[in-house]
């Protein structure tokens, strides 16, 4: 995983087919944002192709490269999620799932063969589906008096940063994603903002 000031997902999902000896296999591709969002979208898949023999999947979350999971869905071991997941850091993308149905069709396609099929599909997914560049970001709380928003939203701005979470009374707290390429300058300017209060969180955020 790039561990640079950048890194690739995308914004919309995909879908692709690939068949192999009458077996089809469908490959989705899906912006992903937690594991509870995964469950989701898994359930939904399940019931729209409710008759498919396997439904397997791979995801990869947040730009640290560690947060990943697979699955094979009854198929035999390695021979599925793994290759879907290869494409996905083949592709050096992030915040990212890929589940792939598959209807048999009758023949058995040995070892070679799934591992061919679901990375042939899941490689078919990602070539239709746009990938976009994003900033890394580090998130920072931040406690301030209602008097001084305006200043905080100048720097939130001129610096491109996320607005994540925010409570907005006489005394404000806001959550926000600073672009690391931007790190530096960025916290200087809030650090010269009177009596405001920063506090790095501790992990780098992919919005």
């Known amino acids: 995983m790039d561990q640079g000031n950048y890194y690739q997902t995308i914004e919309t999902g995909g879908q692709a087919e690939f068949k192999d000896r009458?077996?089809?296999?469908?490959?989705?591709a899906y912006p992903l944002k937690n594991t509870d969002e995964f469950k989701k979208i898994l359930a939904a898949v399940k019931k729209e192709h409710p008759k498919a023999n396997h439904h397997c999947f791979a995801y990869r979350l947040?730009?640290?490269g560690n947060a990943f999971r697979v699955s094979d869905a009854g198929e035999p071991s390695g021979t599925a999620g793994r290759p879907i997941l290869g494409q996905i850091d083949s592709r050096q993308v992030t915040d990212v799932l890929i589940i792939v149905v598959r209807y048999f069709g009758g023949t058995l396609l040995g070892v070679p063969g799934l591992i061919n099929?679901?990375?042939?599909?899941?490689?078919?997914?990602?070539?239709?589906?746009?990938?976009?560049?994003?900033?890394?970001?580090?998130t920072y709380h931040l406690q301030f008096d209602y008097t001084q928003l305006n200043e905080v939203m100048n720097v939130v701005k001129q610096f491109d940063c996320l607005i994540m979470k925010q409570e907005l009374q006489l005394?404000?707290?806001?959550?926000?994603?600073?672009?690391?390429?931007?790190?530096?300058?960025?916290?200087?300017?809030l650090e010269d903002i009177r009596n405001l209060v920063l506090k790095e969180v501790a992990v780098i955020a992919a919005s």
């Open 22 to 28: 009458g077996s089809r296999f469908i490959a989705m």
């Open 62 to 64: 947040g730009t640290e």
């Open 117 to 138: 099929a679901y990375k042939s599909a899941a490689a078919m997914a990602l070539q239709v589906t746009p990938l976009v560049r994003k900033p890394v970001l580090k």
């Open 171 to 189: 005394f404000c707290v806001m959550d926000i994603g600073i672009p690391k390429h931007r790190l530096t300058e960025s916290v200087m300017r």
